[in-house]
């Protein structure tokens, strides 16, 4: 039993309903906001997504600037840029929709605009200083959380993913609109389910702050997105099934803001920067790994989440659930048609040992598996995954 008590932080106002980015203009009333700067991704804005928001916004505002040069594991570089855009108009609210990418560029560009600090001086957990302007991220993926989470991943030049973890970073306002999700194709709505269940499953067995209000959430959110997975697969139209999903990450996302996650993670990270998988695609690949090599240290570590979203298995011992629940997320991602080895998926052989070396630094993140992870285990979990 955890009686240690907890701290629980989250966004002050979430607006989660079809329709929700139509509101936008009302929101930004909130904080008189006259320049606007909305931070997206090219695919997003050629999809005509934000066309009727900007719209809206144009008529209701003195200026409505588009950055929509994010690419995918924002590199340095075009964090750097977009801060450049928001100071050169004097914007003074920026707006995030799209997916991970564009929300963490977003988060990011409304700390740096009036920081005298660098981006360098940041990366790290809570090293950033002084207020940032007003924020508001709408999300087209379900997805990472990361409307709701103090976090945003940049890759650096030197090729290395690099969190900088801060309370800043949570925005005033998360819109989630299933709307925006329904063009997301069934490759990107896969991987990026997957990725949310990995921060359900891993915030609920975060060796560091795990904490009553994480797992009731991680529970929650674990339902809702191995039961709507398959039918937003089987149909990506379906809205009650796509707004499902996105209560599903943003409650898995709430979840781990609070219970940070662990070695699929940090495993999947060397992946991302090296060879650009996609984030949910990289944690698909180490999930039933890493899971397996938990479940061998600790045999009833995943009994609660089977309990959860296996009732079939009520009446079996604690040790058989939890590793029915690890066979349950190997046959998720297959059959959500990710790719299941390394191999299959242009990483050589060669790269194992030094992707070993180099998840060996994601310390803000290793730190909080269950259990300890070694450059050799690093190594043979890669070797398995391969
Ligand atoms: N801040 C956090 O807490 C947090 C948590 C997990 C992951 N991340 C980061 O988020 C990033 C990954 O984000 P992501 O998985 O959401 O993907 P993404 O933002 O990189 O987008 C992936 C692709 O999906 C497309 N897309 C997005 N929404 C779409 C829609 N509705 N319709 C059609 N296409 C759409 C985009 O154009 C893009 O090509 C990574 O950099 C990862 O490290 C951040
Ligand atoms: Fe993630």
Same mark, same amino acid.
């Given at each position: ?51 009727? /928001? ?9 200026? &409505?600037? &588009? ?11 075009? *964090? ?10 004097? &914007? ?23 920081? /005298? ?36 991943? *940049? ?22 609109? /299933? ?52 039918? *937003? ?105 990710? /790719? &299941? ?46």
């Amino acid at each position: 039993m955890q009686n240690k008590g907890f701290t629980f932080e989250t966004v002050r106002r979430i607006e989660c309903h079809p329709g929700a980015i139509m509101n936008l203009a009302c929101v930004l009333q909130g904080f008189s906001c006259r320049r606007l700067l909305i931070v997206t991704d090219p695919g997003i804005e050629k999809s005509g997504l934000i066309e009727a /928001p900007r719209k809206a916004l144009a008529e209701a505002l003195d200026l &409505v600037v &588009v950055f929509s040069k994010v690419q995918a594991d924002p590199p340095e570089q075009m *964090v750097l840029e977009a801060v450049d855009l928001a100071r050169r108009e004097a &914007v003074d609210t920026i707006v995030g929709i799209g997916g991970g990418s564009s929300l963490d560029t977003a988060k990011l560009v409304a700390l740096l605009a009036r920081s /005298p600090q660098k981006l360098d001086d940041i990366y790290g957990i809570g090293l950033a200083k002084g207020p940032r302007l007003p924020l508001v991220l709408a999300p087209t993926t379900a997805g990472t959380g990361s409307e709701v989470t103090p976090i945003a991943i *940049v890759t650096t030049r030197a090729g290395e993913k690099k969190g900088v973890v801060a309370p800043q970073l949570l925005p005033d306002v998360a819109l989630l609109d /299933p709307n925006l999700t329904l063009s997301l194709p069934p490759g990107v709505t896969a991987a990026t389910g997957i990725d949310a269940m990995v921060h359900a499953i891993e915030a609920f067995t975060s060796k560091h702050l795990k904490n009553p209000m994480s797992d009731a959430l991680a529970i929650q959110a674990l339902r809702l997105l191995s039961e709507n997975l398959p039918k *937003v697969l089987a149909d990506g139209s379906n809205l009650a099934a796509r707004q499902a999903m996105l209560q599903g990450s943003l409650m898995a996302g709430m979840s781990f803001a609070n219970s940070p996650t662990g070695a699929v993670h940090a495993l999947a990270y060397p992946l991302g920067a090296t060879f650009h998988l996609p984030h949910g695609v990289c944690n698909a690949l180490m999930l039933p790994h890493v899971l397996a090599f938990n479940n061998e240290d600790n045999p009833e570590l995943y009994a609660p989440l089977a309990e959860a979203i296996l009732p079939d298995l009520k009446g079996q011992s604690r040790a058989e659930m939890s590793r029915a629940f690890v066979r349950e997320m190997q046959r998720l991602g297959a059959e959500a048609g990710l /790719p &299941v080895r390394l191999r299959d998926s242009n990483v050589p052989e060669s790269a194992l040992s030094s992707m070993a070396a180099d998840a060996m630094k994601v310390e803000r993140l290793l730190r909080n598996n269950p259990r300890v992870v070694t450059l050799d285990d690093a190594l043979n979990l890669y070797r398995q995954a391969w």
